[in-house]
């Protein structure tokens, strides 16, 4: 895996962009793509997000502005774009289960666990739900912060909750299917 400095200088010519943002690109572009899927459920919105994104990225670097922390800072500016989309749609997009008309499956597949999960993911309020996302992209608590708005010392006590929330949608949604997934205790014996 390639490593990158932690603060890139602004260049002298836009050609001195090319690599810095390639390699930025390469290195962040799927994880924001899975960022904004999770926050706008749009392909076509969230590809959109992570073109802005890196526009502003290149944008920030033409004005020889430093970028102490690239991950943090192409996150965050990802995370408020998606914000922006959602306060001029007017809505947050929550999925509504009575409401959705597709039809199931009637025999359970290898997809049933994630299906359960991405449900319950959807029932989190959006504020959990973008902390649960940057976590699972593996940003720190100061970048979630950042990126969230949020000081990075509540991070973890709000990770927690929304943590938490998501366990018990998860277990809402094997009690409602009829099964129940075995507690920690029980696991062990």
């Known amino acids: 895996m ?6 890139y200088p602004a260049p002298e010519a836009t050609e001195a962009l090319t690599p810095t943002v390639s390699s930025l690109f390469e290195l962040h ?17 969230a590809q959109d997000v992570v073109q802005d994104t ?7 670097l033409r004005q020889r502005e430093p970028l102490a922390n690239a991950r ?13 989309r959602q306060r001029r749609s007017g809505r947050w997009l929550p999925w509504i289960r009575e409401r959705d008309t597709r039809s199931a499956l009637e025999t359970p597949d290898r997809f049933d666990d994630r299906e359960a ?3 319950a993911i959807r029932v989190l309020s959006s504020r959990d739900r973008l902390l649960v996302a940057l976590r699972a992209q593996g940003l ?28 018990k949608e998860l277990n809402r949604a094997t009690e409602t299917q009829g099964r129940t997934r075995p507690t920690e205790g029980q696991r062990r014996g």
């Open 140 to 167: 720190s608590y100061q970048e979630i912060g950042d990126a969230a708005g949020i000081r990075h010392t509540s991070v973890g006590r709000l990770l927690t909750r929304a943590l938490n929330r998501l366990q």
């Open 54 to 60: 890196f526009a502003r990225l290149i944008e920030h």
């Open 72 to 84: 943090g800072w192409l996150y965050t500016v990802a995370a408020h774009a998606c914000r922006d």
């Open 117 to 119: 999960l991405l449900d």
């Open 29 to 45: 572009a799927p994880g924001l793509y899975r960022l904004a899927l999770a926050m706008l459920h749009d392909p076509a919105a």
């Open 2 to 7: 390639a490593t990158y400095p932690s603060t």
